[in-house]
C-alpha cells in the first residue's frame, strides 16, 4: 500500500504539469550572487520576485547553510533589500533597502539578534556595498554633486535650487547627455567611505566625472586592499566619453589624497580585485579604445614592482567574473564556451588553464577558505538560477531550492542544439527548444529568435525576457542561431559581424532557417522570426531581403542607420561597427541600412519601441511602422512612454507577451 502511494505521488506532478505560463515565470524567485560569511558556515543572497497585482518588483535578503538546504528569509522584502555583503568578524550584513526613502540606503543587519537597522540617510543613495578590512566602515557608490563633495550645506542647497527651477528645459553643451534611459544629471557617481556611526567621512573619487564609471550590468568597479589603506576604482577621464570606452584603474590612499592612475591602455580596463595576499591586484582588460567588443582579458600587477602582464591568454574568449583563490596563486573565472559559460582556473606561475565545471551558465564564484569548494550561480534553458556548490574534482550540486515546488508544476520543453555550415564554411551553432508535451509525429510551426548585441549569444541559460520556453509553452519549435557576432566561439567570430551587419551573419541564420525547416517535426511553411536590438535590425533587414516568413516582430530595431548615428548616444559603438561617421564614410552606412530596402517589404510585421530607449532611439521604432503602414502591409506597433531598451515593468512585460505571442499566433499558426 505505501508502495502505491509513492508511485502515485511521483506521478502526480506529472500529471499536473502544465506550459509555462507568464504568471509562472513572474512568480519564480530571481537569486542572486552567492555571499560565503567569513566561517565558511552560511550563504547570503538576495532573491526578487514579482508582485503583478501591484506591478511592482519586491526583493529580500536570505540565509542559507552552505551544504544546503532551507532558505531563511531575513529582511522584511516589503520593497527592496538587496546586495548582502558579510562583515569581516560575520557578525553583520550590511545590504541597501529603499524600505523608507525613494533612494536606497544602507542597512545593517545584526545576525545575532536578527534586527536591521539604518545607517546611511545620503541624499543620492547608496549601492555596491563593501566592507573595509578592519570592520570600521564602508565604501560605497552613492550620486553626489561633484562641487559638494560631502558637504551638506552644499547639498542642501543644491538640491533645493534644483526643485525651484521654473522650466525643465535644458541647456545642452557637450555629447551623452543622455545615457540609455536616463538624461545626465548634474551629479556623479562616486565612491564614499562612511564610519559605522553612518557619518559621511570622505568623497574618495572627487571630481567632475563617474568613478566608477556608467556599467550596464551594474559592475563591480572598485576594491579595497586587504591591509585597508588603499581603494582601486575605474575611471573613464577622457574628454568625449561619447566616443571612449578608455576607464583606467586609479588607486587612492582609503584615508584620502592624490589618485595614481595604474593602467595605460586604449580600452577599457575595470573590475579590479585585491588577491588575499595583498601582492597583486587583477581586472579584466580590452586592448582596443572605442570597441565595446573587444577581448577582455584577464591582468595582473604586482603591486612591489608595478609590473603587469596577462594570465589566461590560451582563453580566446570574454573573461566575465572572476574571483581570487584563497591562496593568491590561482584565479578562478567564468567565460562563455560555445552555448554554455563555463569555470576555469588559472595558475598565475602559467600553464594551461584548466576547465572546473562546464554545464549551463554559471557566474558569481565564491569560494572557501581552504580553496576546496566553489558555490556559483547556474541557470539553462529549462531552470532559473539557483547557488550550486561544488567540491573541487566532484559533482555540482543544488543549494537553493526556492523555486524546486514551483518548477514541478510545469512541463518545459527539451533544449539541444544543432550544428550547420555558414557563411564561407564557418561551424555556426543554434539552440533549439521543442514545444512541452513534445509528439515527434507531429509537424509544428517554427520560431526563429535573434539576439541583440550584436556581440552576444544564445546560451544555455534562463531568461526574464526573451525566454524560450515561453514561446515554446505555445506550441512553437524554437530556433536560437548563433551567427557571426556571437560570443563563445572565439574573438574572429565575434568580429566578423562588424562592418557586414546584414553579410555574413544573415547567411549564418538563414541557412540556419534552412537546416531548422528540414527537421522532421517543423512545418517549413510556417515559420516567424523575432529579434530585439541588433535581433530587431535583423528582423528589419529580413524584411527586405526574404518573404520566408509568416510573420516578424522588430523590438528596439535599428532601422535607419544614418538616422541612427544622430540620436544615438554611444558613438564609440556606431563609429566602430561602420568605420567612421555618416558624412565622412557613408558607404556601410547606406549599404546596411534596412531603410533603403521599403520597396520589397511584404511580411507581416509587429514594431515594438519603448520611448526611454535612448540606445536605440523611438524614432527608428516610428519610421519603421510609418513605412509598414504607407506600403499596406499588415502592421502593428506596441509603444511604451515609461521603458527603455528593455521592457522591465510587471504589467509591461505581461502585455509584451500576450501581444507579441499573439501576433505569432494570428499569422504563423
Known amino acids: ?109 545584526d ?20 566592507w573595509t578590512p578592519d570592520g570600521a566602515g564602508l565604501v560605497l557608490v552613492s550620486d553626489i554633486y561633484p562641487e559638494c563633495g560631502v558637504d551638506p550645506n552644499c547639498i542642501k542647497n543644491k538640491t533645493t535650487a534644483e526643485a525651484g527651477q521654473p522650466t525643465q528645459a535644458r541647456i545642452l553643451t557637450g555629447l551623452l547627455y543622455r545615457h540609455w534611459k536616463s538624461w545626465q544629471e548634474a551629479t556623479r557617481s562616486h565612491i564614499l567611505y562612511v564610519s559605522l556611526d553612518g557619518r559621511i567621512a570622505r568623497d574618495l573619487t572627487p571630481g567632475s566625472v563617474d568613478a566608477p564609471p556608467f556599467s550596464v550590468g551594474g559592475g563591480d568597479e572598485f576594491d579595497v586592499s586587504p591591509d585597508g589603506k588603499e581603494l582601486v576604482y575605474a575611471r573613464n577621464t577622457d574628454h568625449h566619453p561619447e566616443v571612449s570606452t578608455n576607464a583606467d584603474l586609479f588607486i587612492v590612499p582609503v584615508s584620502g589624497g592624490e589618485a595614481q592612475r595604474i593602467t595605460t591602455r586604449k580600452g577599457a580596463d575595470t573590475s579590479p580585485k585585491y588577491s588575499p595576499d595583498g601582492k597583486w591586484i587583477a581586472w579584466r582588460s580590452q586592448a582596443r579604445g572605442g570597441y565595446e567588443s573587444d577581448l577582455w582579458e584577464l591582468w595582473i600587477m604586482d603591486r612591489a614592482t608595478s609590473q603587469s602582464r596577462r594570465i589566461a591568454a590560451d582563453v580566446d574568449n570574454w573573461i566575465e567574473f572572476f574571483a581570487w583563490a584563497p591562496d593568491s596563486k590561482s584565479i578562478y573565472f567564468t567565460a562563455p564556451e560555445k552555448s554554455k559559460t563555463a569555470i576555469y582556473e588559472a595558475a598565475l606561475s602559467g600553464g594551461a588553464t584548466k576547465k572546473i565545471y562546464g554545464d549551463g551558465s554559471c557566474d558569481a564564484i565564491a569560494i572557501s577558505k581552504d580553496g576546496r569548494t566553489l558555490w556559483f550561480d547556474r541557470s539553462t534553458i529549462s531552470h532559473p538560477n539557483d547557488i550550486w556548490s561544488m567540491k573541487k574534482g566532484g559533482a555540482a550540486t543544488q543549494i537553493t531550492h526556492d523555486n524546486d515546488a514551483l518548477l514541478k508544476t510545469i512541463a518545459m520543453g527539451e533544449a539541444s542544439d544543432i550544428w550547420y555550415t ?50 515554446a509553452a505555445r506550441g512553437y519549435v524554437i530556433l536560437m542561431p548563433n551567427p557571426r557576432g556571437s560570443t563563445g566561439y572565439g574573438q574572429k567570430f565575434v568580429e566578423d559581424v562588424s562592418g557586414d551587419w546584414g553579410g555574413k551573419p544573415y547567411t549564418d541564420i538563414m541557412n540556419g532557417v534552412d537546416k531548422f525547416a528540414a527537421l522532421p517535426y517543423v512545418d517549413g511553411n510556417r515559420l516567424g522570426a523575432a529579434g530585439a536590438s541588433y535581433g530587431g535590425y535583423m528582423i528589419d533587414w529580413i524584411l527586405g531581403h526574404t518573404d520566408r516568413f509568416k510573420a516578424l516582430v522588430s523590438h528596439d530595431g535599428v532601422y535607419n542607420l544614418p538616422a541612427m548615428y544622430g540620436t544615438t548616444e554611444e558613438l564609440w559603438f556606431t563609429e ?82 500576450q501581444t507579441v505571442l499573439d501576433w505569432m499566433d494570428q499569422w504563423v499558426k
Open 111 to 130: 545576525v545575532a539578534a536578527g534586527t536591521s537597522k539604518k545607517l546611511t540617510d545620503l541624499q543620492g543613495g547608496a549601492g555596491s556595498v563593501k
Open 1 to 109: 500500500m505505501k508502495k502505491l502511494a509513492l508511485l502515485l505521488f511521483l506521478a502526480f506532478p506529472l500529471l499536473a504539469q502544465h506550459p509555462l505560463t507568464f504568471d509562472d515565470l513572474a512568480s519564480i524567485h530571481r537569486i542572486g550572487a552567492p555571499q560565503l560569511s567569513p566561517d565558511g558556515k552560511w550563504i547570503a543572497y538576495d532573491a526578487s520576485i514579482v508582485d503583478l497585482p501591484k506591478n511592482y518588483r519586491h526583493s529580500a535578503i536570505f540565509l542559507v547553510s552552505a551544504n544546503g538546504g532551507e532558505s531563511k528569509q531575513i529582511t522584511d522584502g516589503v520593497k527592496q533589500d538587496e546586495g548582502p555583503a558579510w562583515s569581516p568578524d560575520g557578525k553583520t550584513i550590511a545590504y541597501v533597502s529603499n524600505r523608507d526613502s525613494a533612494a536606497k540606503q544602507v542597512w545593517l543587519y
Open 422 to 471: 555558414g557563411a564561407e564554411g564557418a561551424n555556426v551553432q543554434a539552440l533549439i527548444v521543442k514545444p512541452p508535451m513534445f509528439d515527434a509525429t507531429k509537424k509544428y510551426p517554427g520560431i526563429v529568435l535573434i539576439h541583440g548585441g550584436p556581440q552576444g549569444a544564445w546560451g544555455d541559460g534562463w531568461s526574464y525576457r526573451w525566454n524560450p520556453q515561453m514561446w
Open 576 to 657: 566602430w561597427e561602420f568605420k567612421g561617421n555618416p558624412w565622412d564614410n557613408p558607404e556601410l552606412y547606406q549599404k546596411w541600412s534596412p531603410s533603403n530596402y521599403v520597396k520589397n517589404f511584404k511580411t507581416p510585421t509587429l514594431v515594438v519601441h519603448g520611448e526611454l530607449d535612448f540606445r536605440v532611439p523611438v524614432s527608428q521604432g516610428f519610421e519603421l511602422f510609418t513605412a509598414l503602414q504607407r506600403r499596406g502591409i499588415p502592421s502593428k506597433m506596441l509603444y511604451y512612454p515609461d521603458e527603455g531598451h528593455w521592457v522591465l515593468k510587471p504589467q509591461n512585460s505581461k502585455l509584451w507577451h
